[in-house]
């Protein structure tokens, strides 16, 4: 496994596997959203954000989590040696978007002039986290299928499941350990 995609619901772990992962395996992070957001939260352009992921992803090794199926599932999924899809209850990942929207810690995964806020558009974003699922995934699941469907997936539900996943791999070897 050296390019991993990581797909799930906004507040699902993807972010904190992806660094997990890419501790573990010693592979660089790629966070879809600091690609795409501008500071002050505004979209970047569709070919500047394509651009920066067909960039992102050119090395033989990634992890990259987020979904923007329809805009890069194309560059992405043909390279992927494994999709992770974290099944995390719509319940924890409200819980855990909340949370983190309070949170005082920086966020890594946010590009850079974009800070949490509570307004019409969080409201907006906790509906889209509440009905994901039912709304939003199944056509994620049908790009995925059609974009790369010879790419293995693991489906992980929960700490326990997402702990034993991570424990089962290798450790990788860095020049300094050896």
Known sequence: MQRIVILGNAGSGKSTLAR????????????LDTLFWEPGWVEADAEVFRERV???????????EGNYARRTFDLRLPRADLVIWLDTPRWTCLRRVIA???????????????????NRAFLTF?????HYDN????????????????VPVVHLRGNRQV???LNGLPV???PAAC
Request: with cysteine; net charge positive.
């Open 135 to 150: 709304a939003n995934r199944p056509g994620i699941e049908a790009m995925r299928l059609a974009k790369g469907p010879q």
């Open 126 to 130: 906790l509906k889209y986290v509440w």
């Open 20 to 31: 997990a992962l890419g501790a573990r395996l010693g592979l660089p992070v790629v966070h």
């Open 163 to 165: 702990a034993a996943f």
């Open 172 to 174: 990788a070897v860095t």
């Open 54 to 64: 067909r960039h992102a992803v050119a090395p033989d090794a990634w992890v990259c």
């Open 100 to 118: 983190r929207s309070f949170s005082k810690r920086p966020r890594t995964d946010l590009a850079a002039g974009c800070q949490e806020q509570h």
